[in-house]
């Protein structure tokens, strides 16, 4: 949720509006042909290194007994209070912890304020799943009444829902509530018992936890019906007796993954779902009731799940159905079922599915024109990996606040597999690398932060060798706040594992060509760029922070189960081939942009998707287009709303899946002039993954290659050495173009390691440790590549628009370039606006390099460029050296130029506020055919500030150089025509 949750209210009142929106946008997963097997409850014996800042309840003040006896109430909630809003582990050795009260997330000192005193930051930590037991006393006062439900345990969160103050511990801050390895008991004679109370924010997970009732008894096993709850993850946990084993309603936001659930003995109903997001997975359940009910505007996900409607395993049938969904609002997809004895598999409304194999059923179809289907993405289960003795851990000490980056080195290259990171906040001035032989860095409440040293972009742990088959590295519970930086930079082919980690601020991921896969459980944060395709399986993934889009999938395989997304940007990009599947998510919006792409599919991607969305914004439009912006075959892009209907006074939408065609790398335009001669131009069009030019120097917009008119071949390929899309001249051609040849404006302003804006390439990386200055021939790493917003293609035109803006919004353009035929004409006449869609003014200086060759020749004497100025040169004598003859008809050449010649000459002599200073024509004299070059709209509107001519065996190419300023807000057209003519002879 967003750290200002008030600033957020505020703005929008008098115009707040509510929308429930049930989602089924392509519900897809892939299991085997049968559930797959649950895997054994693990049993780990959860020892810490010593004075590493957990709250031992053993321990003085604490002094709790865990002798089942005496009563250890006060005990453990003094630990809950102490650590409460603090990142802190209250520890439970193993024992049985006799309560006759709630445990509650929640300091009574502070009761009356804006809270009434619950916090969060807390987590509660057993020693042992079977081993660790807190147990309710029996026939306990408060808990026997089954109208009056009370829980034994009750996480919070530190403040309601904006401007409103709830007192019971609900509300959208309840970051970091974490449950870990115990029992939870409800004793026996305890009808109004519920184990536990969940209220859980973006990052907040129970795991291998088992909820169960002495007799049988009790309202619920685990309760997520407060208000604002989630998103939160349930993993491998048990729930055994209760009416109900799971309960969950929307209240505005709630979103919960269950993944590795076991249900037995309930009377009522294993799950119910009313109006809220669950996404299910490897549920076992064992009872006479049904294992799930969903009713209300909720979206539900049941996938890999084996019901049985025996609980005795003797034979005995449930006359139940095993899924009820009841009511119109409700959405369900079931995949991958297994049941046996029940009624019937699944219960929709009035109809029965009898199968007892279900291999997959979705609750409605899409609206015309959107695909139903799925990418059936493999799933791989998240790896796991604990030590039991904690003398084996690494620690680094405790941390100072200021430069902890050498002792955390050394933990790191200790050679041990664990490192064990203390309470508190460790800070690193450089990248932290982790060798192969770390398998898990675990907080014990700890957080990590940079120093200035530690330049924007750059990445605090750097995981580095191991071969594919060494274990991953597993980083669990630690918070961080980047700060610009990424938490991790994956440079190896091992796996990496992040678990329960809270990083607001920068960014979380980014991979390096050949990284291994990666795998996220309940992780919030935003910032992941998948620059190079790798395999990416995600449980309750928050993308909430900044930066756009969220997600950037180059050819990567993603798959989801539960997400959230807030605020108003794009949140995930797919290009190269990219795939991914993301189930039952929250779009959680507000000050959106009409026009933008929730999600963006590119150049033969695919995307499926299914989410519940809620706006807090007024109109007819509370959500923004959820579908998204593809490009077609045609090249053409378009974006698909998904429609919306009258439904709980929401946006309901249906399943649906999107895929984009490959978008082709090139076009040819084609016409004719005023006496029927045929043109042809051919243009290289620009691609991320697979374009002809990928470099850091030249703008990334359509190139023209080649024209053909009248018997003469213009352009064409002029270097020999052609190969590398990201060289800088070996791959550019004809009308390639740049913006700021000495170096961007921003370059010289940036510090070391801070981004920098290049025009028609993105945003830069400007080097740590190198004080050079710029050099258009270094190559400099991209942070963020200018998005391609739309390519729109018609008879005798191509032209694209691109975006691009800093996460401060300092720095930021938007770029449309267009090449298109004149008809009845032999012209060429490209068009460019520059709008400038940062605060800062943005200077630039732009210019066509003209790559010209006519009809084949060399540079040489055949070759004469006419100006529009008699041209002269700051040293003559050495152009002439270079075969550049200059005179009042303007530049000849007085031999052809050998084999890796070069000749050069910066050019004087034009008036640079005329108009028509910059216009030449290029012709050969041998054949006749010429390029005439004019600039129509260049008078008053920006400088002429030089003009160079390069030429290279295989081209001939005048430059002239022009300066533009722009105001934030404004934009500034220009054209250039490029005209074929025959020379008379």
């Known amino acids: 949720m967003p750290r200002n949750r008030k600033q957020d209210t505020d703005r929008r009142r008098g115009t707040v509006r509510v929308a429930s929106v049930p989602v089924l946008i392509c519900a897809i997963i892939v299991g085997a042909a049968g559930a797959a097997p649950l895997p054994p409850a693990s049993e780990w014996k959860v020892v810490y290194p010593t004075g590493v800042g957990a709250l031992n309840v053993r321990e003085a003040p604490y ?31 193993a024992g049985t912890y006799l309560v006759s009260d709630t445990l509650r997330w929640r300091n009574p000192a502070r009761a009356g304020d804006s809270a009434d005193g619950w916090g969060r930051f807390l987590m509660l930590q057993g020693q042992s799943r079977t081993r660790t037991v807190i ?96 998103p939160g993850l349930l993993k491998n946990v048990a729930v055994d007796g209760f009416r109900v084993g799971v309960r969950a309603s929307g209240q505005e936001v709630c979103v919960f993954v269950i993944e590795d659930m076991q249900l037995s003995g309930q009377t009522e109903a294993g799950i119910v779902n009313t109006g809220s997001v669950l996404a299910l997975r490897r549920v076992v359940s064992r009872g006479r009731v049904s294992a799930l009910k969903v009713s209300g505007g909720s979206l539900t996900h049941l996938l890999d799940s084996r019901l049985s409607g025996d609980p005795t395993g003797k034979g005995g049938a449930s006359s139940e159905p095993s899924v009820v969904l009841i009511g119109p609002d409700a959405r369900l997809h079931v995949r991958n079922l297994k049941t046996w004895r029940f009624a019937t598999a699944i219960r929709d409304r009035d109809k029965d599915v009898k199968a007892e194999t279900v291999a997959e059923w979705v609750s409605d179809t899409p609206p015309e024109g959107l695909a139903k289907g799925d990418l059936k993405l493999p799933v791989q289960e998240t790896p796991e990996y604990w030590e039991p003795d904690a003398t084996r851990w690494a620690d680094p000490g405790a941390p100072t606040g200021t430069d902890d980056t050498n002792a955390l080195q050394a933990a790191l290259d200790s050679g041990r597999a664990a490192v064990c990171l203390r309470y508190g906040m460790y800070r690193t001035r450089r990248t932290l690398r982790v060798p192969p032989t770390v398998r898990l860095i675990f907080g014990v409440g700890a957080s990590i932060d940079p120093t200035p040293e530690l330049g924007p972009g750059e990445s605090l742990f750097r995981v580095t060798g191991g071969a594919a088959g060494t274990p991953p590295v597993i980083l669990d519970r630690l918070a961080t706040n980047a700060e610009g930086r990424f938490l991790i930079e994956h440079d190896a082919p091992r796996a990496v594992v992040l678990a329960d980690i809270l990083a607001f601020g920068g960014n979380v991921y980014r991979n390096r060509e050949g990284a291994g896969p990666l795998f996220l459980e309940d992780v919030a944060g935003a910032g992941y760029r998948f620059d190079h395709p790798t395999q990416v399986w995600a449980r309750n993934w928050d993308f909430e922070g900044k930066g756009e889009p969220k997600v950037f999938n180059n050819g990567g395989t993603m798959w989801g189960l539960g997400f959230k997304h807030e605020g108003g940007e794009t949140v995930a990009e797919n290009r190269g081939g990219g795939r991914m599947e993301l189930l039952g998510g929250l779009a959680y919006t507000f000050g959106t942009e009409p026009n933008k792409p929730a999600f963006a ?88 993954e697979a374009g002809r030019y990928r470099g850091t120097r030249f703008a990334h917009v359509p190139m023209v290659t080649a024209a053909q008119w009248n018997g003469h071949a213009f352009w064409g390929e002029w270097n020999p050495a052609r190969g590398d899309a990201f060289g800088h001249d070996s ?146 004598a050495n152009a002439g050296k270079q075969g550049l003859t200059l005179g009042k008809e303007g530049i000849g050449f007085s031999r052809i130029l050998p084999d890796g010649a070069a000749a050069f000459a910066r050019l004087t002599g034009f008036p640079p506020k005329t108009g028509t200073a910059g216009d030449f024509t290029v012709g050969n004299q041998r054949t006749g055919g010429q390029i005439g ?53």
């Open 731 to 876: 791959n550019a051609i004809g009308t390639a173009e740049e913006f700021d040849i000495d170096g961007p404006a921003s370059y010289t302003t940036a510090p070391p390691g801070a981004e920098f804006l290049k025009i028609g390439v993105g945003l830069l990386r400007k080097p740590v440790g190198m004080e050079t200055p710029y050099h258009f021939y270094d190559r400099y790493e991209v942070t963020r590549p200018a998005r391609l917003v739309a390519t729109r293609r018609g008879e005798g035109f191509v032209e694209t628009e691109q975006a691009v803006r800093s996460d401060d919004k300092c720095l930021g353009y938007r770029y449309t370039y267009r090449v298109a035929l004149v008809p009845g004409q032999a012209t060429l006449r490209i068009t460019r606006t520059l709008a400038n869609i940062g605060s800062e003014p943005l200077s630039t200086e732009h210019y066509c390099h003209n790559f010209t060759r006519i009809d084949d020749d060399l540079a040489g004497p055949s070759y004469r460029v006419e100006l529009a100025f008699t041209p002269t040169s700051e040293d003559a």
């Open 63 to 93: 002094n709790a007994r865990g002798d089942g006896e005496t009563d250890d109430t006060a005990a453990i909630q003094k630990a809950l209070t102490d650590g409460l809003d603090k990142h802190r582990v209250v520890y439970l050795p």
């Open 135 to 230: 147990r309710l006393r029996n026939a306990c006062p408060g808990f026997t009444d089954s109208a009056v439900p009370k829980a034994v345990a009750q996480t919070g969160s530190s403040a309601g829902h904006g401007d409103k103050r709830y007192k019971n511990g609900e509300g959208n801050e309840a970051f970091e509530n974490h449950i870990r390895d115990l029992t939870i008991d409800t004793g026996r004679g305890n009808a109004g018992a519920v184990g536990v109370a969940y209220q859980a924010s973006n990052t907040a997970a129970m795991r291998r936890v088992t909820v169960r009732s002495g007799d049988g008894n009790g309202v619920c096993g685990i309760d997520l019906t407060r208000r604002d709850n989630g």
């Open 933 to 985: 070059v004019k600039h129509p709209s260049r008078s008053g509107e920006s400088s002429l500030t030089r003009f160079n001519l390069y030429a290279a065996p295989g081209a001939v190419c005048p430059e002239p150089f022009w300066r533009i300023t722009i105001a934030p807000g404004a934009s500034h057209s220009w054209q250039t025509t490029y005209t074929f003519s025959r020379e008379k002879k």
């Open 601 to 688: 599919i590119e150049r033969g991607s695919a995307l499926s998707l299914s989410l519940l969305g809620v706006s807090f914004v007024g109109g007819e439009r509370p959500f923004f287009p959820i579908l998204v912006r593809t490009v077609g075959a045609d090249g053409k892009p378009s974006g698909v709303e998904v429609p919306s209907g009258a439904t709980g006074g929401g946006t309901l939408m249906r399943l649906i899946r999107g895929t984009s065609a490959p978008v082709p790398l090139s076009t040819t335009l084609t016409g004719h002039d005023v006496s029927g001669k045929p043109i042809t131009v051919t243009v290289a069009l620009p691609d991320a």
